[in-house]
């Protein structure tokens, strides 16, 4: 357990529905991130918040809206998603933004749109 | 722009035997971080090693360690007496110490490491 903690596990969404993931971190850290990991892919940041404030948006479609309402939470807004958007998400948290700062990883949610 | 490139899709190693994992990577800075992660079947990434780029000296994690070629942009993971729990997929990622890209871990594809009883 590294204090990550991401729900739900598995997610199944059609792709008119409106779902949200959950992370949660009880490291104390004051980084926030969103990966999406797809098969044979490198992991892709998504967004990145320090502080509560987003920092980086990588150019990710406005279906994917995240909101961070403290440092210890992040959500990952789901609206409207194509079946290629099916990948696993990961959260990560790290004590901030910035040099030599390691990052803990959530287990991930597994997300299929069908 | 960081790039992180992993070669080998997968690899196999017997159980005690030791095992070698390609990185190379292309990055402007001088100033980075070099990393090794592990995701096991609980898709958890867990991290392994790191190295600090202005350092010389190879980093050492009992049975993990690194040849850190930084002219040649060569970041490679020797796994020792592999174990089975070792199995799982293995990310090279670089981060950045400066800039807009600040902190940001940028991940090879990984490679899927099988250990053999």
């Known amino acids: 357990e590294t204090g990550v903690t991401q729900t739900p596990r598995h997610l199944v969404m059609g792709m008119t529905n409106k779902k949200s993931l959950k992370c949660e971190q009880h490291?104390?850290?004051?980084?926030m991130y969103w990966y999406k990991q797809s098969a044979k892919k490198p992991l892709e940041l998504m967004f990145v918040?320090?502080?509560?404030?987003?920092?980086e948006n990588n150019s990710v479609p406005s279906r994917f809206s995240p909101e961070c309402p403290n440092s210890s939470h992040l959500f990952l807004h789901l609206h409207t998603l194509q079946p290629e958007d099916s990948a696993l998400y990961l959260c990560?948290?790290?004590?901030?933004?910035?040099?030599?700062?390691?990052?803990?990883f959530g287990q991930g949610t597994r997300l299929t749109v069908v | 722009a960081q790039t992180v490139t992993q070669s080998q899709p997968e690899m196999s190693v017997q159980e005690a035997e030791t095992v070698t994992l390609s990185c190379t990577y292309d990055?402007?800075?001088?100033?980075?971080?070099l990393f090794w992660y592990k995701q096991p079947p609980s898709r958890q990434m867990i991290l392994v090693i790191r190295q600090e780029a202005y350092k010389q000296q190879n980093a050492t994690e009992n049975r993990f360690s690194v040849n850190f070629q930084k002219a040649a942009k060569s970041f490679s993971l020797k796994i020792s007496d592999s174990q089975l729990g070792d199995a799982a997929m293995y990310f090279c990622?670089?981060?950045?110490?400066?800039?807009?890209?600040?902190?940001?871990?940028?991940f090879g594809k990984g490679t899927k490491l099988s250990v053999k009883p």
């Open positions: 990560a948290s790290s004590q901030e933004r910035g040099r030599d700062t390691e990052a803990f």
């Open positions: 918040y320090n502080f509560k404030e987003q920092t």
């Open positions: 490291l104390g850290h004051n980084a």
């Open positions: 990055t402007s800075e001088s100033d980075y971080y």
């Open positions: 990622a670089s981060q950045t110490n400066y800039g807009g890209s600040q902190g940001n871990l940028i």
